[in-house]
DNA sequence: CTTATTAATGCGACTTTATCGCAATAATAT
DNA sequence: ATATTATTGCGATAAAGTCGCATTAATAAG
């Protein structure tokens, strides 16, 4: 499954990083230039998200949303992505927090995602 | 809008509170001995959020989860609830986990909601 | 440059989760 | 015992996301 480099990818990527926020499905459409299916846009997405290029954050909406993260261009094994994220509740916007957390499992336990989302009130909002 | 004490209501919340992993809707209806509606389980399960009396979390796979939290009995203004829950990818459950994490939001941001997930594998799974 | 291979896309149908309106029911107050 | 209205059940509906499959197009091979 070799990776090949389109069009629709090209353009959703640029989208991302030119982003200071997470996007959902739903966000991203609407930035787009040329249409692109609904079922590809999530394909995309997720693919990202899969290679470690993309961010992939659940709302607590409960809608994934998508932010390109500066340490996503390290390897993948390299990624620490446990910082927070938070939402405002009034204009949608999505955005990574600066901290760093690091939770302690109990033991046996391993750690395969972390999702961390304060939701809340942006200062444009509050 | 006085909340009333119904039969629906004591069930769900007993299971909550005997149960020692959060639970989504689908989940608690299997442990329900007799037949609420599902909008029902809903609407009660949220009311009990709304109230404080629960914990709701969603989970990396988009569902609701609910738990009854040990400080849920405080008064609202009490909880803390920054702590974290682990959801374990292959058999499902949900749980708590004890350490509380304090994030700091940048100036003029205020926090309504926290939620705080890790996935991955518990102790019997891995 | 032309052709073959197969990853990626578009379309439509479908699944799952959750919510909503409204009439019927039942918990509380009078 | 009766009135009030919160709660429930039912069915319809919404919304988010996924899937199968035929078609398109990016890369490799000749």
Known sequence: MKRRKTQSQQEILTILKGSDSALNHEMLQSKLSSKIDRATIYRVLNRFSDDGLVHKIIGDDGKQYFA??????KPKEA???????????????VECLKSEINVSLPKGYTSETFNGLISGYCSNCS
Chains 1, 2 share one sequence.
Request: contains cysteine; glycine residues 4%; positive net charge.
């Open 79 to 93: 990624h620490t992505h446990n910082h927070f994220h938070f939402r405002c509740v009034t204009c949608g916007k």
């Open 68 to 73: 390109f993260c500066l340490n996503c261009e």
